[in-house]
């Protein structure tokens, strides 16, 4: 079966940085999206990852490596508003996105 | 750009009514559309696949004559529920695939339905 695994709920400090990890078992592999989404909202795009290596985009940045089925966001400079839930959804061999359940991420003064 | 808008953002039915949740792509077309519902403290579950021209493609599960979707334009997906009952009360949402060669989903802002 197909399989996306993050944890469930992250919590850090205002200012610190967080790494959020996304493990993924699926058939074929076109791609990895980041997506963030506040409660009560509708999932906003944060990054697509296809390539191996780091993709850097302000204070996220995204990286895979598809022989270890892993990616991870990384969030520095963390902002209260930076509380929310984040999605890891992996693009299969029939360009279905499969969605992980989320990591809620709680910021901390 | 790509920006999809969802219409309503709320509604509170009786059970036994039928709903109807509209899904627009304001700026792009778009041939594929996709309905997600989602429960408090979950992650998004796909409900169907939807494309211009065709019958929507339904998840395991998705009972396709409760959940009717019609997608007869390239800039309009429509998701009624039909009969609705109290377990149907959900945050539902659409997204549109982006552009050729791009599998990223622009997705509409979500409708809360609450079914008393």
């Known amino acids: 079966g197909q399989n996306i695994d993050q944890p469930t709920e992250m919590t850090a400090t205002e200012g610190a940085i967080v790494q959020i990890n996304c493990t993924y078992q699926?058939?074929?592999?076109?791609?990895l999206f980041w997506y963030q989404q506040h409660a009560g909202e509708a999932p906003t795009f944060l990054s697509y990852?296809?390539l191996d290596g780091l993709e850097e985009k302000g204070r996220f940045s995204s990286f895979l490596s598809r022989s270890k089925g892993y990616s991870y966001l990384l969030l520095k400079e963390l902002q209260m508003k930076d509380s929310a839930s984040y999605l890891c959804?992996?693009?299969?061999?029939?360009?279905?996105?499969?969605w992980g359940a989320g990591t809620k991420l709680i910021i901390k003064p | 750009g790509a920006v999809v808008s969802q219409h309503p953002s709320r509604v509170i039915c009786k059970s036994g009514t039928s709903v109807k949740i509209e899904c627009r792509s304001l700026?792009?077309?778009?041939?594929?559309m996709f309905w997600y519902r989602q429960f408090p403290k979950q992650s998004l579950m796909l409900m169907a696949t939807?494309?211009?021209?065709?019958?929507?493609?339904?998840e395991q599960g998705v009972e396709k004559d409760k959940f009717l979707i019609n997608h007869a334009s390239l800039t309009l997906s429509t998701l009624t529920v039909t009969s609705a009952h109290p377990e149907d009360s959900s945050f539902y949402i659409c997204?549109?695939?982006?552009?050729?060669?791009?599998?990223?989903?622009?997705f509409g802002p979500g409708t809360r339905l609450t079914v008393t």
């Open positions: 997204s549109a695939l982006g552009l050729a060669s791009s599998y990223e989903q622009y």
């Open positions: 700026d792009f077309q778009a041939t594929t």
């Open positions: 939807s494309n211009e021209g065709s019958k929507a493609t339904y």
């Open positions: 699926t058939s074929g592999f076109n791609g």
């Open positions: 990852n296809v």
């Open positions: 959804a992996v693009v299969d061999s029939n360009y279905q996105l499969i």
